[in-house]
Each structure stands twice: as C-alpha cells, then as structure tokens.
C-alpha cells in the first residue's frame, strides 16, 4: 500500500479532464491527425470555427466547423486511399465533456465511396498543453469507421473588425 499513492497520482488529471473543457470558446482552430476506417487509414482536418454558450444545462456548448479528408502514404493502397473532400459539421459539448459533432453536408464531395460521418469523442489536454480531439467517426454503416485522433495544430486566425 505504501506505494499506491504515487501509482494513482498520474491519475488525477485524467479525471479531472473527464468534464466540459477549461475554455470552450478556446477550442477553435484548426486539428490534423487521421480516423481508420475499413477502407483503411485516412488523413483528416478539423476546424473548429465557432463555440458558443447554449441556455441549455445538457449541452452548455455548440459547435461549428468542418471536416476534411485525404490521402495519406499509410493508406493510400486501400479501396478508398485516394478520396479527398470535406463537409460542414455542427455540435454541442455535453455537460460531462462529450462531444458530439453531425454532418451537415458535403462542402467538397468526393466522386465515390466516402461518406460523410458524424464524429463523438472529448476535447483534452495532452501534457505538453496541446488541444486533442479523441474518438470515433460514426457512417451510416455500423463500425464502418472507427478510431478518430486530431491535435490542434494551429489557433484559429484572429479576426479582425472592418
């Protein structure tokens, strides 16, 4: 027992990043990483371009932004390694952290074979203090897809006033 406490320790930030995120309205910006599908791996981009405050204690957050895929060398040699296109997404963040973000359509429509997906997972923060998007993407055909790994990799662009 005396060695329990530093075993546990590493696990008090974990929960304390299971809840709604420290600064919704800081989410914004742009995520790159990939999501697997049966078809094989597939690059993909997040941008979060919105984050406001919902009157609603369930989901005390809503989402905008935008969902990009493309090829990747890891799998490029699947059914489907050469699709590239995006679509529109809207969400919310729940009061227990989760989120949920549903295709809204096509912005840029591949020729054939992917679908446009909903995401669900958690915003958290990785220990060198980058922004993560951890989950899954959800098609209409069940387990189709599966795991869905994004890093913010650039802030959303200052906007400025006319």
Do not use: K, N
Not at 116 to 132: I, K, N, S
């Amino acid at each position: 027992m005396l060695f329990a406490a530093p075993l546990l320790a590493p696990l008090a930030p974990v929960a304390a990043r299971a809840g709604l995120p420290a600064d919704p309205p800081g989410l914004t910006g742009f995520y790159g990483g990939s999501h697997v599908c049966e078809s094989g791996e597939h690059g993909a981009l997040l941008e979060i371009t919105r984050v406001v405050a919902s009157e609603t204690p369930e989901y005390p957050w809503r989402l905008e932004g935008s969902y990009a895929v493309f090829p990747v060398i890891g799998g490029r040699a699947g059914v489907y390694g050469e699709i590239a296109g995006s679509f529109a997404l809207l969400g919310e963040i729940r009061a227990d952290g989760q989120v949920t973000l549903d295709a809204l359509g096509w912005l840029i429509m591949p020729p054939a074979g992917e679908g446009a997906g909903d995401l669900a997972g958690r915003f958290t923060v990785r220990g060198d203090g980058l922004v993560q998007f951890e989950g899954r993407i959800e098609t209409e055909v069940a387990d189709e897809c599966g795991a869905v790994l994004l890093t913010r990799a650039l802030p959303a662009p200052e906007r400025t006033e006319p």
